[in-house]
């Protein structure tokens, strides 16, 4: 069966929770998980290791990596490129490794017409409700930023479609059991293994 | 999420262990699965019993059942008919459990049609030389019985690619895992939580 490792996108809404579950995932299947690591052209903040935090790149060597199609997917955010290094990525497909990448629903677009075998996942809360609430307990944001994140929110809501699975985050340990499962299963349907299946089919023709 | 069961079908290579794996996970999971019970105008053999292992019927009965779509599929076989009762299986789901098929390829794209949001699952050994020497293991079986199963797989292999996924049973206790992991994450795809998406999208609209 298929070998190589999957890419595996993971969207959602802010306040949904991504970060902690992707974080908890790979500590957990080290032997199986990677998180990606992307450029910017952004300073690294203190403690920000280079080649760990990001790949910290001047503006001229993030745009020469876009000629060469060196990033599976890029975006400007805030003045600043972010983009995924298609190396990195390729190298740990290539060791069967699975690499995880935290995107928005535009990037992993991007990924998904560059490689139709990546997985897509969208973190939700249960409820509304429940993503409001976590929201407006970060106490550091303000009413408006609060206001501006449902907005965004119920753009991305429109996407959902385009997504292979739907986690639900409402327990940590919980969903990341589940994504574990939801990703070890994509490893076994039929396009992910067409290797497999014409192996088995001239094995066939042969006895 | 999708509360509803899901109607999951098992195929495969005659060999491959099917009717193995489903046992155990039915035994493993009885709150989550249960078997579809088949109809049939064959007669009961010893210790079979009406409403456990097949629901007996008489030709006359079958076909009225047929005529009233009373059967998500059936089809014939050694001059008899074997079909799946459509009340059964509804009840069912509706009770949120999962209902477990074992038919082979006509019978499994008959109920994706009726049912697309049906799960089809593909058994196979690892390798065909295995199949075949499980077949031979077999020691009722002729060798003339042997080379026809070997075709029959061989007819078998060209449908895989209908299937959503593909399960390679070289441990049955790894892959009955396996399949009740496969079958949980289906029940988390967009397609099967449409009342889901529709109502987060209303709740973002409404805060």
Do not use: W
Not at 8 to 16: I, L, N, Y
Not at 60 to 85: M, N, R, S, W
Not at 87 to 116: M, N, R, T
């Amino acid at each position: 069966m298929n070998q190589k490792g999957l890419i595996v996108v993971v969207s959602g809404f802010s306040g949904a929770g991504k970060g902690t579950l992707i974080k908890r995932l790979v500590e957990k299947h080290k032997d199986r998980y990677t998180l990606s690591v992307s450029a910017t052209t952004r300073a690294p903040r203190p403690h920000e290791e280079d080649g760990k935090d990001y790949f910290f790149l001047s503006e001229e060597a993030f745009e020469t990596l876009v000629k060469e199609d060196g990033l599976i997917e890029y975006a400007g955010y805030c003045q600043h490129y972010y983009g995924t290094p298609r190396d990195f990525v390729e190298d740990k497909l290539a060791e069967g490794i699975d690499v995880i990448l935290e995107i928005e629903i535009q990037g992993a677009l991007q990924i998904k017409a560059k490689y139709p075998e990546a997985l897509l996942l969208f973190v939700t809360p249960p409820t509304m409700e429940e993503l409001k609430r976590r929201l407006e307990k970060r106490a550091t944001e303000s009413e408006e930023i609060i206001r501006e994140r449902l907005l965004r929110a119920r753009e991305e809501a429109k996407g959902i479609e385009h997504y292979d699975y739907i986690l639900v985050n409402d327990d940590v340990d919980e969903t990341v059991k589940h994504m574990h499962r939801v990703i070890r299963s994509a490893h076994y349907t039929p396009e992910r293994n067409e290797e497999f299946i014409q192996r088995i089919r001239a094995e066939l023709d042969d006895i």
